[in-house]
């Protein structure tokens, strides 16, 4: 099935670039990027055994997609977007087809509204204020470890979604809804993601809000209510780069005699061109956890180090080490994705990635 389906993707492709080429005025790009590594991490299973894999994504996340736009005069264009994720090292894709980007909109003078599913405005915001760049391993700037009782991140793309972007000069802003399409009332499911960032002088500056709502509990007349918030600056000058962000997150529980989950996550880093195709980046992530019983926060601390080398303007080398650690006994690890199965947990990846 999902063969057949990546089969129709890439006819389609070919149909919308042909139909492109034969319209002055339409520009279709198909466009990708290909990541892929050898890691080893410490602690990978149960019985505290490493493990040395390859990786799908070391640096970023491997991905593909189609996107394009119509001059429509005025000023006015009509743009769209279609991009799914790729397990390289297996071949398989990522989720949905088109899980990461699928949308259709306007875009003018005044801004771009888009209508499908996106990423948010958080999420856009947020990965330019992380010293790693939202790399799948060794970075927590979307969420932390995939252990304790939650990662304390954010929702990085919306269902059911309307999007405006927009800017006036230095000033950035945009507004993510995701329709909760529930019968039960409009507030029921619903999403809503906003950022504003300033950049000038090399110095950038972000703020962001985001809140998620679950369904109605009949019980209590409430519902689950995510709240996450960020702050961050970072500023470049010469070969230097630095990094500093803090989030806030806080989910108030529905239900009756539930805990409310709260954190504050807080990192920083460095990046220093040691040549103009060799960069050195380093950067530290740590997680607060409250409102947990007495002897459980496990306040986890990853340390981070990376060494890119671009062989040209589209193709790296790329080597990171990370080392993560908890307190009071409680179980860690490097990844968003895997559960830890100790209280530190240490990885090294080399790999090789291509923007095309």
């Not at 149909?15 to 991490?41: F, H, K, P």
């Not at 000033?171 to 999403?191: I, M, N, W």
């Not at 239900?255 to 040549?275: C, H, I, P, S």
Request: glycine share 14%; charged share 15%.
């Amino acid at each position: 099935m999902k063969q057949s389906a990546i089969t129709l993707a890439i006819l389609s492709a070919s149909a919308v670039l042909a139909t492109g080429a034969a319209q002055a005025q339409s520009n279709v790009q198909v466009y990708g990027l290909i990541d892929a590594g050898v890691e080893n991490v410490s602690h990978a299973a149960a019985n505290g055994s490493g493990v040395t894999r390859v990786v799908s994504g070391g640096m970023n996340t491997s991905r593909w997609g189609l996107r394009g736009s119509e001059d429509l005069g005025g000023g006015l264009k009509a743009v769209f977007q279609l991009e799914g994720g790729i397990l390289l090292d297996t071949g398989n894709q990522d989720g949905a087809l088109f899980r990461r980007q699928a949308n259709v909109g306007l875009e003018g003078n005044w801004g771009k509204v888009v209508l499908g599913r996106s990423f948010t405005n958080v999420y856009e915001t947020v990965i330019a204020f992380d010293p790693m760049g939202f790399a799948p391993s060794y970075s927590w700037g979307t969420s932390g470890p995939a252990t304790g009782p939650s990662k304390y991140g954010f929702t990085t793309g919306f269902d059911n979604l309307v999007k405006y972007t927009g800017g006036n000069g230095n000033l950035k802003y945009g507004v993510s809804v995701g329709l909760g399409e529930q019968t039960t009332g409009g507030a029921d499911s619903r999403k809503l993601a906003t950022n504003v960032v300033y950049n000038s002088n090399g110095l950038g500056l972000m703020a962001t809000w985001e809140r998620i709502n679950g369904n109605l509990v009949p019980a209590t007349g409430n519902r689950d209510e995510n709240t996450v918030w960020h702050l961050g600056a970072n500023y470049e000058t010469g070969a230097w780069k630095f990094w500093g962000v803090v989030r806030d997150f806080r989910t108030v529980a529905g239900k009756a005699a539930t805990a409310d989950v709260k954190a504050t996550t807080v990192w920083g880093g460095v990046a220093y061109k040691v040549q103009p195709n060799v960069t050195l980046t380093g950067a530290i992530y740590h997680i607060d956890v409250k409102n947990v019983a007495a002897g459980k926060d496990a306040d986890p601390t990853m340390y981070v180090a990376r060494v890119r080398y671009a062989l040209s303007k589209r193709t790296d080398l790329y080597v990171a080490g990370a080392y993560a650690k908890s307190k009071n006994g409680q179980l860690t690890g490097l990844s968003r994705d895997d559960a830890g199965f100790d209280t530190n947990q240490r990885g090294l990846i080399s790999g090789i990635q291509h923007r095309f």
